[in-house]
């Protein structure tokens, strides 16, 4: 399953050492102007070596469009598109050829398909990813023109998390640090965290939390086509996701008369006075605010001796090389907004058949 979407669709293809990564997006609207400098700038926030927090791989990630626009400007047909790998360091992996590194997709693709490709985790890399930051930023760029904008933030990493929830930040700051995250009380501290792990060859898990704001009413299909549903399938389709919560998600275990969103008259508009629902109800967008919070898992290939086993299932150990995350919370970001926006752009265009 490479194709992700309804109407508006990304096929993806490209493995982590190979000679690239692109994708093909189809049922793309006619007529959005492409602002490539915003579509470099999205790919830029997810790409490697762009601090001293993340992976060293150093990669431009610089995209080249092939097809489906005409002076400046979406034409309705397949876009085509492809970002070059050039820093692979693939002799670091050598080592690991035979071996499975505990908790990663090593086994289970060897399992599943009878090959795979050692060299940085081939399609199990979150290098695929590059295609759904620019498919993402394309749906943004017409999701734009709609009044509706995707943010999404570092909230959690370890144990050090932020105390309030969205409304109390000023969301414009999260680029402001590298861990992306809007209080630089805490991100200094995360900052600090991941460091310490990194120098200790560990790595660390935390918490994307988004927000999507002026969402029409009615986005949904239900009852399998429900758009938390769809936010979640989206979110756990990324990289080491390994939570999904939309809303006060599992703190709504209190009283109805507590957590119930009472309706109002909002000057001629009908709004809600809370929103534990997380601006959807039975399935369906209600005009409030969409927002929702992904678990990360560790990055699973740490630079630490480790037991498991290698192919044959003779037991030995194993102590990886490379250049690797110490945490994927910062470089995630843009990559939960990319997968919120193409969700939301693809439900907006089901409402309107």
Sequence with gaps: MNTFGNIFRLTSFG???GEAVGGVIDGCPPGIELDLEFIQNELDRRRPGQSRITTPRVESDKVVFLSGIFEGKTTGTSIG???KNENQHSADY?????IYRPSH????YFQKYGIRDHRGGGRSSARETIARVVAGAV???YLKQAGVSVTAYTSQVGEIKLDNNYKQYDLTTIEDTPVRCPDTEKANEMINLIKEVQYKGDTIGGVVTCVI???????????????HAALGSAMLSINAVKGFEYGHGFDVSRRGSEMNDSFFNDNGKISTRTNYSGG???????GQDIYFRVAFKPVSTILMEQQTVDVHGNDTTIKARGRHDACVLPRAVPIVEAMAAMVIL???LLAKM
């Design 139 to 141: 749906a943004k760029l």
């Design 213 to 227: 704001q002026g969402t029409p009413v009615g986005l949904g299909e239900p009852v399998f086509g429900k758009l």
């Design 346 to 348: 693809d439900y907006y």
């Design 81 to 83: 598109f492809i970002i």
């Design 94 to 98: 050598n080592n690991l050829k035979d």
């Design 105 to 108: 997709a090593d086994y289970t």
């Design 280 to 286: 959807i109800q039975a399935g369906i967008s209600n």
């Design 15 to 17: 493995e982590s050492h």
